[in-house]
């Protein structure tokens, strides 16, 4: 069993700044990637963000060149740096953990962006 923590959600305007963080816990060691998705109102989950544990990285469409994703495997953390937000944004961010068969959310963050 694995539990993620997120923090750091909340609200900001169009242009502004956020950075989510995910603290895992439990079995951690097999974890392969770790990564962020979200969901607006009426609009399925998608990814956003996820990194592997050696680094490698995979972006949504909508968030690459201002959003970055990192990871620290000594603190079992990821973290999500927003940058250049748009009310597109405002979505409820959920942490996810992926092992080789089976993958844990996180209880989910909410981040509002306002024009």
């Known amino acids: 069993q694995v539990q993620l923590v997120e923090s750091g959600g909340g609200s900001v305007q169009a242009g502004g700044s956020l950075r989510l963080s995910c603290v895992a816990s439990g079995s951690t060691r097999s974890i392969n990637y770790m990564g962020w998705y979200r969901q607006a109102p009426g609009k399925l989950r998608e990814l956003v963000a996820r990194?592997?544990?050696?680094?490698?990285?995979t972006y949504g469409d909508s968030v690459k060149g201002r959003f970055a994703i990192s990871r620290d495997n000594a603190k079992n953390t990821v973290y999500l740096q927003m940058n250049n937000m748009n009310p597109e944004d405002t979505a409820v961010y959920y942490c996810h953990a992926a092992f080789s068969l089976a993958g844990y959310w996180g209880q989910g963050t909410q981040v509002t962006v306002s024009s």
């Open positions: 990194i592997s544990r050696g680094g490698l990285t």
